[in-house]
């Protein structure tokens, strides 16, 4: 890896709490935090973290004595959380576990929750179409032919994909994410091949509310084309999040997970998130098209921003970087100054949800809302912001972006955690491709303490395989440690109750598990207790 300080330049007014500049790996200028001279000596000297700003471990100092601002990315509530999500998490558990209990770091953590958001919006919406048809007496032979529409129009939209994706790309990087998604769309058209052999089966009865039922991917498809902007009622779409808002809490409960300090969401946010974007357009560095605004990514690098900092060969977003960024309802043609520029807030249109403001009705881009719900209790710096390796672009480089440009400065985040993916027969865990366990199911078979182990036998940072292997593996480990140790899972922040275990046994565990995190051991005692209830002093 390349590593090279910055000789020779002053730091900039804005990072006054910052020491030399980095460049690093290709990734554009990093600046070591110096905590203020009014704080206290580092409570864990050598302490190094990997950081996605800098491709590297780097030595970890809060700019605040003990106290670490750590933010991270929510789920979007729109389907039951899966084992992928619990990876996630757990992880986040595991990592503020190491700084709250035994390097004694002050965290305070916010996570936020995305309660309105395009995927939100569309099930919410296609649930609700498809239970109205339901109910609404269709006879028979009406229902046959409105599903075996929808069937035949949804096979048509897939082989149309299907021959798109099989079309080699000259250049390196679209091509490897053409292979890539291609893997993907085979499994959703094997996915449908089996949805449509269950749904022949059904079309063969009499019973036309099993027939809808059968049939609910497609047919809502259709129903939302024909129907969809008749949906109108903001209780629709808030029903659906808090349903499954209320299970994530449970789930995190039920793997052992800490509550964060704060849980914020996006809806109790909409005018401080209107005020942001004022803020953004107010600078020309962003712009209203058409009743959304966006981010003026050419103006914002011209006034010395660099953009994207966690992705930097992603300069150039591909057509899939794009639509992702964009989300499922995308801009309109002409809409944008340029490709790469992204949506702050979006026009509102027929069967969404929308709020007021100087652009006319319209709801919150994807992106903002973690910039204005962070900047909101962390100010114009975080120590720490996580989230899934998914999110890294173009998620959190265009928060990073749309953040640094509101508050003017040159580094928000100075320690950015990237969670590994779970992957699934070689497919990463999601709900697009149906290849999911939900935590709930996996809950069902194992314990709590199972799949935290399994978790940590796996570098936290990088991909691993979900298989039963996997967690019988993690249940013959947890066989070979006490029940009452570091392994037992409790929620409870600052629990001091605390199980000992042989001499030299509870160490040699803790050491193993650490090392397979890739941690290194600096000035303890004892290495961390990963999934343990108590502190280290209390033994």
Known sequence: ????????????????????????????????????????????????????????????????????????????????????????????????????????????????????????????????????????????????????????????????????????????????????????????????????????????????????????????????????????????????????????MEDMTALGIRPPDSLTRVTEYVPQIVTFVEQLVAKGLAYASNGSVYMDISKMRACGHAYPKLEPSKGKATEAEMAESEGTFTAEAGEKRNATDFAVWKKSKGGEPSWPSPWGGGRPGWHIECSVMATDLMGDNMDVHAGGYDLKFPHHDNEIAQSEAYHGCKQWVNYFFHFGHLHIKGLKMSKSLKNFITIRQALAGHTARQIRLMFLLAPWDKPMNYSDQTIDEAKVDATLLPRASLLTCHPVHGSHHHHLLPEGAREDAAQLLWARQGGDAPRVARPPDLVGRGRARDE
């Not at 709250?100 to 919410?124: C, G, H, P, S, W």
Request: glycine share 6%.
């Open 1 to 248: 890896m390349s590593s090279k300080m910055i000789p020779g330049r002053e730091r900039p007014k804005d990072v006054c709490q910052f020491g030399v500049p980095f460049d690093k790996n290709g990734h554009p200028t990093w600046f070591q935090p110096v905590p203020s001279t009014a704080t206290a000596a580092p409570v864990a000297p050598g302490l190094r973290v990997n950081n996605s700003l800098t491709g590297e471990k780097e030595e970890f100092v809060p700019l605040e004595g003990n106290k670490v601002k750590w933010y991270t990315c929510g789920p979007t509530v729109y389907d039951a959380c899966h084992m992928g999500h619990a990876r996630a998490y757990l992880t986040m558990d595991i990592l503020r576990r190491i700084m709250e209990d035994y390097f004694n770091f002050e965290v305070f953590l916010q996570v936020n929750v995305t309660d309105v958001d395009d995927k939100i919006i569309q099930r919410a919406r296609r649930n609700k179409l498809v239970d109205d048809y339901a109910g609404a007496g269709h006879a028979l032979a009406a229902v046959k032919a409105k599903v075996g529409d929808a069937v035949g129009a949804f096979a048509a939209k897939q082989a149309k994909k299907l021959a798109k994706l099989e079309i080699p790309l000259t250049a390196r990087r679209e091509e490897d994410e053409r292979v890539e998604l291609l893997e993907q769309h085979k499994q959703k058209m094997a996915n449908f091949a089996e949805a449509k052999a269950k749904i022949d089966a059904a079309l063969a009865t009499s019973d036309g509310e099993a027939i809808v039922r059968a049939a609910s991917e497609p047919l809502a498809e259709a129903l939302d084309a024909e129907l969809g902007e008749s949906v109108t009622d903001h209780e629709i779409f808030n029903a659906h999040s808090r349903r499954f808002e209320a299970e994530f």
